[in-house]
């Protein structure tokens, strides 16, 4: 569990939106992080890095608290870059 | 801009995906300037220091779906010269701006 999930709380439903840093667009939603990720790597495959640089999961409690930005497309591709 | 001007390809797994195509070729408002705020909060203002209050008449030629649980409509057949020219009511700075004032 990430850290942001145990702070909004176990039992929390949070919903994964991805967000587009150069049009300010919602363009997917999921309920759950990973299927979140696997849209970003989805992006990556299909349209290679300029595909995910400018995308940014945001996450959305249920309960009406703060949005979170819990990961950016850079860090996705830093990340894989790392494994590689 | 809607994201599908970017010209990005969807992934394999949605490509055929009706609903989510739509949703791909949106405009994405929020039906409150707080809403919008937060969202610019959360990415630290650093791309959306700006937020547009938009004010849209009834007769105008947009299509309009939404809100969604935290308030967000997407726009449809929104021509930006229109959007800009004959909608946008004011521009405020998010980060100095907390609370939305009613116009004068």
Known sequence: MEPFEAAMGLMQTVTYQIWDDDTGNVIASYGSRDAAVAFLRGMLATNGPSGVSQLVIVAYPADGSDPIAVLEGAELLAAMSAHA | ?104
């Not at chain 2, 007769?59 to 800009?84: M, Q, R, S, T």
């Open chain 2, 1 to 104: 801009m809607s994201y599908a001007a970017l010209g990005k390809v969807p992934p394999e797994n949605v490509r055929n995906d009706p609903s989510f195509l739509h949703r791909w070729n949106g405009l994405s408002v929020y039906d409150t300037y707080r809403e919008a705020r937060r969202l610019a909060k959360a990415r630290r203002f650093k791309r959306w220091a700006y937020v547009a209050e938009l004010s849209i008449p009834d007769d105008a030629p947009i299509i309009c779906e939404g809100p969604d649980d935290f308030g967000h409509w997407n726009l449809y057949g929104a021509d930006p010269v229109y959007l800009k020219d004959a909608c946008v009511a004011r521009v405020l700075h998010a980060p100095s701006v907390e609370e939305l004032t009613p116009r004068g």
